[in-house]
T-cell receptor
């Protein structure tokens, strides 16, 4: 099956610093990548959708200047949390889809747990 | 956008019993209905999905039933085992141009007691 790799799996940073999370599709070209955030004991909330070579589309309430998404190639998307604060501490998960897959089919990365001190 | 409600929020059963989780959605254009299982700290795993052209699908102990008229679909797990304990999410979606844009339900914590 298709594999999506995400790293780092966990990161601890100080308040005010920026953190970058990478999401790679290892054996397929990801048409679209999605970034989700999951707070403890809550559901996955879609943050943004990114297509290779174009600007990401952010969901309502998600600050695009704070959560920078870059999808420079068909196999790599990055999420940068800028000027992170403790309330940004969460589990961030990427997922990818491709045109060759079944409609709606998603492949998830392992997730990245961010803790901001 | 899609409004998704999932019930119950928690479900506790004895090993060997059946478990049923229901998901109600609002977008009548939805045509893809997956169920995901998520263990603590792990990524969601697709366990079964169904498309709108069928009413039921079964895979060993797991089944999904769909009622498009009433806009709900359900996950059925039979002969539950302790390793079935996890959080389960439904995530209905509109396939086609919006490949993979899923709206997740609130989740159901399933606990299977030995």
């Amino acid at each position: 099956g298709a594999v999506v790799s995400q790293h780092p799996s966990w990161v601890i940073c100080k308040s005010g610093t920026s953190v970058k999370i990478e999401c790679r599709s290892l054996d397929f070209q990801a048409t679209t990548m999605f970034w989700y955030r999951q707070f403890p004991k809550q559901s996955l909330m879609l943050m943004a959708t990114s297509n290779e070579g174009s600007k990401a589309t952010y969901e309502q309430g998600v600050e695009k200047d704070k959560f920078l998404i870059n999808h420079a190639s068909l196999t790599l998307s990055t999420l940068t949390v800028t000027s992170a604060h403790p309330e940004d501490s969460s589990f961030y998960i990427c997922s990818a889809s491709w045109r060759g897959g079944r409609a709606g089919e998603l492949f998830f990365g392992e997730g990245s747990r961010l803790t901001v001190l | 956008g899609e409004n998704v409600e999932q019930h119950p929020s928690t479900l506790s059963v004895q090993e060997g019993d059946s478990a049923v989780i229901k998901c109600t959605y609002s977008d009548s254009a939805s045509n893809y209905f997956p169920w995901y299982k998520q263990e603590l700290g792990k990524r969601p795993q697709l366990i079964i999905d169904i498309r709108s052209n069928v009413g039921e699908k079964k895979d060993q102990r797991i089944a999904v039933t769909l009622n498009k008229t009433a806009k709900h679909f359900s996950l059925h797990i039979t002969e539950t085992q302790p390793e079935d304990s996890a959080v389960y999410f439904c995530a209905p979606a509109v396939g086609g141009t919006s490949y993979g844009k899923l709206t997740f339900g609130q989740g159901t914590i399933l606990t299977v007691h030995p």
